[in-house]
């Protein structure tokens, strides 16, 4: 694997741990930053490098504060920032949206604009209590992008999704959970270990499942009745036929934990 100057990347047992590490610039999004991360996201795709589950987090005291603002050129006014969503922010969302493995957000900070679509990207999002989530575009006169209004009316509803993104205003992860927009808060001195929990469960467990269950929720969202259960039929019998499922079945029927292997 390739050496990256934005970002920590390992592989460990099976788990991919993706790590922002622009700690004194709050991790912000710069053109090195997406550039890594999607280098990193293709490793995570390739099955020589058995990458069964993926986790995200953010070194020092944030997640992610959302697009390097330093660096954009808004001083110039031909500026395109359109075209910079489409060549370095859309690869990223969309190869990760394609992976075939879980995703597990550790979101130790503040997650703000594209910052917070990277979070809200995940399977499963865990926040440390003093986190919080912000909709900041408004904030200096831009809408919000990287997926935002795609995924948050989805999770929360239009009134919460409007009110967030039209507002600008800090949401503490405590209420995030309680609206349904990430999966837990937890006390600060426990995200580390109760996020490694949950992503080893996810690198130990029946890794096809999973990248169906992550896909069949994506097409749910636009998919009518009957083509959703079509959807499952086909992605039941591609499960049915793993052998993880074989190891799933012989364990519940001899009464011991499955050991998967992502096969």
């Not at 694997?1 to 999004?29: C, E, R, S, V």
């Not at 293709?42 to 997640?63: C, D, Y």
Request: charged content about 20%; some cysteine; overall charge negative.
């Amino acid at each position: 694997m390739a050496g990256y100057d934005n970002i920590l990347f390992t592989i460990d047992d099976g788990l991919a741990t993706i790590t922002l590490n622009q700690p004194d610039k709050l991790n912000a999004l710069s053109a090195g930053m997406l550039k890594d991360m999607l280098d990193a996201i293709r490793e995570v795709s390739m099955p020589s490098n058995g990458v069964r589950a993926l986790m995200i987090t953010g070194a020092g005291r944030a997640f992610c504060s959302g697009a390097d603002l330093a660096v954009d050129a808004f001083g110039d006014e031909n500026r395109d920032l359109g075209e910079g969503l489409i060549h370095g922010y859309h690869p990223v969302l969309l190869e990760m949206s394609a992976l075939n493995v879980p995703v597990i957000s550790i979101v130790n900070g503040v997650a703000a604009g594209a910052g917070m679509s990277v979070a809200l990207s995940a399977d499963i999002v865990v926040a440390a209590k003093s986190a919080y989530f912000l909709q900041a575009f408004v904030n200096i006169g831009l809408v919000p992008d990287a997926g935002s209004t795609y995924i948050l009316p989805r999770l929360i509803g239009t009134a919460r999704a409007r009110a967030l993104m039209m507002l600008g205003e800090r949401l503490p992860a405590e209420t995030a959970q309680e609206w349904g927009l990430i999966f837990e808060a937890v006390d600060d001195d426990k995200l580390e270990s109760r996020g490694s929990e949950l992503a080893t469960k996810l690198a130990k467990g029946p890794t096809k499942a999973l990248g169906g269950i992550r896909h069949l929720v994506a097409q749910s969202l636009t998919n009518g009745y009957a083509e959703q259960l079509h959807q499952e039929s086909q992605t039941q019998r591609d499960a049915g036929r793993s052998d993880d499922c074989v190891e799933g079945v012989m364990a519940f029927l001899q009464k011991r934990p499955a050991n998967f292997q992502g096969k």
